[in-house]
T-cell receptor
Framework: KAGVTQTPRYLIKTRGQQVTLSCSPISGHRSVSWYQQTPGQGLQFLFEYFSETQRNKGNFPGRFSGRQFSNSRSEMNVSTLELGDSALYLC????????????FGQGTRLTVV | AQSVSQHNHHVILSEAASLELGCNYSYGGTVNLFWYVQYPGQHLQLLLKYFSGDPLVKGIKGFEAEFIKSKFSFNLRKPSVQWSDTAEYFCAVNMASGSARQLTFGSGTQLTVLP
């Protein structure tokens, strides 16, 4: 079966702009989580969506937001980009979330200049 | 809040050497434990997981891990590494129940296997 698909793979944005990243989970998976990966902070949880509702949120400013559609596809948005937002953004899908295995996409590499 | 510590940031081994990567977590409740691997340029892949039962779990590619509850540890082992095991390894944990089911990751261990 197809894996987790994230688009685009690479993005270059300017400070102050906003960006939207997309994630298509594995067919049948209803939970989508987002993580930020940086060399300094490692992998940090952003938020999780399940059945179109945000179920959990990590410790990130309100500039980071997301949503999930009825087909379980998810988007995350970062507004007013800062240089420190440069990172690899990973999406993970699970069948129901939590204790089941999370499958990760290849990520979107965001560079803010 | 839960946290995960990986003791080694970078490990360099020769092929056929044995591997053990340390992982300790801090959380008072029941947890699920995972080891993920990230090969260069590839996505995170699950190596193995522990939910309950036998504390010695076997994963893909000859990896295994042992959950020692009293030590809050979940160390990854492989008896004989190969050059293709060169990758970054992440230990992760989440709560076994409740709504906060997100993964908390360790900082990762970069493994370099010399041919």
């Amino acid at each position: 079966k197809a894996g987790v698909t994230q688009t685009p793979r690479y993005l270059i944005k300017t400070r102050g702009q906003q960006v939207t990243l997309s994630c298509s989970p594995i067919s049948g998976h209803r939970s989508v989580s987002w993580y930020q990966q940086t060399p300094g902070q490692g992998l940090q949880f952003l938020f999780e969506y399940f059945s179109e509702t945000q179920r959990n949120k990590g410790n990130f400013p309100g500039r980071f937001s997301g949503r999930q559609f009825s087909n379980s596809r998810s988007e995350m948005n970062v507004s007013t980009l800062e240089l420190g937002d440069s990172a690899l953004y990973l999406c993970a899908s699970t069948f129901q979330g939590g204790g089941t295995e999370a499958f990760f996409g290849q990520g979107t590499r965001l560079t803010v200049v | 809040a839960q946290s995960v510590s990986q003791h080694n940031h970078h490990v360099i081994l020769s092929e056929a050497a044995s591997l053990e990567l340390g992982c300790n977590y801090s959380y008072g409740g029941t947890v699920n434990l995972f080891w993920y691997v990230q090969y260069p340029g590839q996505h995170l892949q699950l190596l193995l997981k522990y939910f309950s039962g036998d504390p010695l779990v076997k994963g893909i590619k000859g990896f295994e891990a042992e959950f020692i509850k009293s030590k809050f540890s979940f160390n990854l082992r492989k008896p004989s590494v190969q050059w293709s095991d060169t990758a970054e390894y992440f230990c992760a944990v989440n709560m076994a129940s409740g709504s906060a089911r997100q993964l908390t990751f360790g900082s990762g261990t970069q493994l370099t296997v010399l041919p």
